[in-house]
T-cell receptor, first 118, second 107 residues
Framework: NAGVTQTPKFQVLKTGQSMTLQCAQD?????MYWYRQDPGMGLRLIYY???????DKGEVPNGYNVSRLNKREFSLRLESAAPSQTSVYFC?????????????????FGPGTRLTVL | GIQVEQSPPDLILQEGANSTLRCNFS?????LQWFHQNPWGQLINLFY???GTKQNGRLSATTVATERYSLLYISSSQTTDSGVYFC?????????FGAGTRLTVKP
């Protein structure tokens, strides 16, 4: 069981370049998430997907797009990278528990992708 | 928006000491989680605790939702407990994190 995997681990981009961050989970979870973490801060939610084919914006969605390709995979795309998007990006997944109040259940995180935009 | 405040921001302990970390939030929330981020950046979910008390080994957590706070207790701390502890709350469909408490446990 690999849990949540992310690729790449590190990436350096120039302003204006595009790239896609990949995330996959093998725990058969319905829900997946993308977060960013800036130095000295907690995580901020970029996008959330409750199931295949559905996505919702989080706190900081501007400049990003996502695709929930299937139940296992959730990708994050930067179409035109900006220095303000320099951050560490985490993917997470969780079960959806019927009848449990709250949208975000116990989350399992990937190792993160450290992105620098010059 | 909601404010999620953690205290203290930094904490240094000797191995074997106990500690209490606090998380205050300014509005009603659907749930609350505690996470540990180790010095290598890996995030681990410690507790999913919208209310009540839970225990897992040397760690326990209590959330009093009506008073808008949660506490994380670490007993008999070990050097492997070092890292940053985050609380996060679910608020109007979004997940909001506090800025964290950085814990250093010295041998």
């Amino acid at each position: 069981n690999a849990g949540v995997t992310q690729t790449p681990k590190f990436q350096v981009l120039k302003t204006g370049q595009s790239m896609t961050l990949q995330c996959a989970q093998d725990m058969n979870h319905n829900s997946m998430y993308w977060y960013r973490q800036d130095p000295g801060m907690g995580l901020r939610l970029i996008y959330y997907s409750a199931s295949e084919g559905t996505t919702d914006k989080g706190e900081v969605p501007n400049g990003y797009n996502v695709s929930r390709l299937n139940k296992r995979e959730f990708s994050l795309r930067l179409e035109s990278a900006a220095p303000s998007q320099t951050s560490v990006y985490f993917c997470a997944s969780s079960e959806s528990l019927p009848g449990v109040a709250g949208r975000y259940n116990e989350q399992f995180f990937g190792p993160g992708t450290r992105l620098t935009v010059l | 928006g909601i404010q999620v405040e953690q205290s203290p921001p930094d904490l240094i302990l000797q191995e074997g000491a106990n500690s209490t970390l606090r998380c205050n939030f300014s509005d009603s929330v659907n749930n609350l989680q505690w996470f540990h981020q180790n010095p290598w950046g890996q995030l681990i979910n410690l507790f999913y605790i919208p209310s009540g008390t839970k225990q897992n080994g040397r760690l326990s957590a209590t959330t009093v939702a009506t008073e808008r706070y949660s506490l994380l207790y670490i007993s008999s701390s070990q050097t492997t407990d070092s890292g940053v502890y985050f609380c996060a709350v679910e608020w109007v469909g979004d997940m909001r994190f506090g800025a964290g408490t950085r814990l250093t446990v010295k041998p």
